[in-house]
């Protein structure tokens, strides 16, 4: 199957005859092209590309706007190769700043709108960017930035008064694509901060194709007629392949909101956006199980569920199931790739695995001793693919370490199982080794979610009168009210029933929320804080 564009420059084909998933850049490639103008030049310009508020926005209007959001970065003065941070909610002008800036030849910088001034200092005097954009949402976060950095040469609010918008508006609708590469640098994420301050990941202009080929189109299954609703934010690798790359490649559309993305607020969008796609992260479909017993919802145009960002327990995807009659697509991924690598299929679902490779990647188990484990053991997951990162910006020690070669050091600890399956034992920090064995709180968390009173368990390890490591629960009831020494003894049953001894919680701790980052992933290290 052949991509092309009216830009015959910038032209991607998928070519299976030798290889399968082969992709081949031209020479010239700039990854806005067959993103944002290919549509159009297919004669799809009417089709919806972007839901937001209450407002459709076409293909044609896309491009339309992403021209003059790159013409207008342009007219400031900024040049190709030069970068832009930009602190956008997620609302159309994301899109237009993002690709504008890309086919402008300018490098954007996706920085969280969840942070403060002190925050995006950091970010704006390590990145060196010359300019600073954010959602005029988050004029309180951003207050005082200007005395904090004289880094950039201008910061500017994208939409309101003064703002990069009113310059967009008044803008040329027509751009000529700079003359990039398949391998240039394109954009920058940021890694989490779980371990140390956010690492800038620098990514080129083919990994964008990469992933929404491999991934969303072959084993997300997104067809050009969906609407995708994700939960998770386009600052955020997950959020940024569901809820923009993989739709836009497909010419699906996606419904966009500002807002944090609670259950409730999910399953509203999904019912009156008549979504047939979803995207959330394993934490989100827990509390989603609980809001939709409390107040259903009609799902009927749900087709495709899809989740990664940390392990799905099985009992989740069995609820989930159960309640809407879709099965969860469970992967892992990273923002050094991207997004998924390791995939269920919707034809090939292991409850409890991430499943397998995604068809363009290679993925090995690294032991303790450096080679590579084949007996089922645990060990660190390595992945190879074409839209790992090209480095993390500054930091070359962290990017000799993690990226080796053509293989990327995930820092997530899996085995693989008798039938090829990859199987999420938690980060090597969350690992615990309990009377000489590696244990995973992953496994003991599943075991807890199967219980009807929990809603959500965190399990670390603790240090015992002994100064010896056993495990420990924090487990969040879904009744407040619910006797906790009652809960306690049923949880010891449990556990006594489906753990071998080592595994079983000497601890139980009843709290009313577990600690989590701001994409849903229950921070672990935090509960160890707590413990010490």
């Given at each position: ?38 549509p ?14 209450g407002?459709?926005?076409t ?9 003059r ?40 910088i ?92 620098v990514?080129?202009?083919?990994d964008?194709v ?7 189109h ?30 836009l ?35 989100l ?55 998924v ?17 995604v ?22 997951l ?30 997530d ?10 199987i ?70 449990l556990?006594?029933?489906?753990l071998?001894?080592f595994?079983?919680?000497r ?26």
């Amino acid at each position: 199957m052949g991509l092309t564009t009216a830009h015959q420059k910038h032209v991607v084909v998928v070519d299976e005859s030798v290889t399968p998933n082969a992709l081949h850049f031209s020479e010239i490639f700039n990854v806005a092209v067959p993103f944002i103008d290919r549509p159009v030049a297919e004669g799809r310009g009417g089709a919806v590309a972007v839901r937001y508020a209450g407002q459709d926005i076409t293909y044609a209007e896309l491009s339309e706007n992403v021209a003059r959001a790159g013409n207008a970065l342009l007219d400031l003065g900024l040049k190709p190769g030069s970068r832009l941070m930009m602190a956008a909610q997620d609302d159309p002008y994301y899109f237009y700043v993002f690709w504008g800036a890309i086919k402008a030849g300018i490098i954007p910088i996706s920085a969280s709108t969840f942070v403060k001034a002190n925050d995006y200092r950091h970010l704006i005097d390590d990145s060196q960017c010359e300019a600073f954009v954010y959602s005029a949402a988050l004029e309180g976060q951003v207050a005082g930035l200007e005395k904090m950095t004289s880094q950039p040469r201008f910061i500017l609010p994208i939409d309101g008064s003064g703002s990069l918008a009113e310059r967009i508006a008044a803008a040329s609708p027509r751009l000529e694509p700079a003359e990039t590469a398949a391998t240039d640098d394109c954009f920058w994420l940021f890694s989490s901060g779980s371990t140390g301050l956010p690492k800038g990941v620098v990514h080129r202009h083919r990994d964008m194709v990469v992933t929404s080929e491999r991934y969303g189109h072959k084993v997300a299954g997104l067809e050009p007629d969906d609407v995708v609703f994700c939960a998770g934010k386009l600052f955020f690798s997950f959020g940024f392949g569901g809820g923009m790359t993989f739709p836009l490649w497909m010419g699906a559309c996606t419904v966009l909101q500002p807002e944090r993305t609670t259950a409730d607020l999910a399953l509203d969008i999904l019912e009156q956006s008549k979504a047939t796609a979803f995207f959330g992260v394993p934490t989100l479909y827990g509390q989603m199980i609980h809001a939709y017993r409390q107040r259903p919802r009609r799902l009927d145009a749900l087709r495709r569920c899809l989740t990664a960002g940390e392990s799905l327990p099985a009992p989740i995807f069995e609820q989930w199931k159960a309640l809407t009659g879709i099965p969860i697509q469970e992967g892992i991924g990273s923002t050094e790739v991207l997004h998924v690598f390791v995939s269920n299929t919707v034809d090939d679902i292991r409850p409890g695995s991430s499943g397998k490779p995604v068809p363009g990647y290679e993925a090995k188990i690294i032991g303790e001793d450096g080679e590579e484990v084949t007996d089922g053991s645990i060990g660190t997951l390595w992945v190879k693919g074409e839209s790992n990162a090209r480095c993390y910006w500054n930091n070359p020690e962290k990017t000799k370490k993690t990226m080796v070669g053509e293989w990327l050091n995930t820092g997530d600890m899996y085995y693989v199982d008798a039938d090829g399956y990859y199987i999420n034992a938690g980060r090597a920090d969350d690992m615990m080794k309990v009377g000489g064995q590696w244990c995973s709180p992953i496994e003991i968390e599943s075991k807890l979610l199967a219980h009807p009173k929990v809603k959500e368990a965190g399990v670390i390890g603790q240090a015992d009168e002994n100064a010896l490591t056993r495990p420990a629960a924090y487990i969040v009831l879904v009744n407040p009210d619910d006797d906790p020494d009652a809960a306690l003894r049923e949880l010891t049953d449990l556990c006594r029933e489906n753990l071998p001894s080592f595994k079983r919680p000497r601890w139980f701790y009843f709290v009313p929320e577990l600690p989590k980052t701001v994409t849903g992933k229950i921070q672990r290290f935090k509960l160890r804080e707590q413990a010490t």
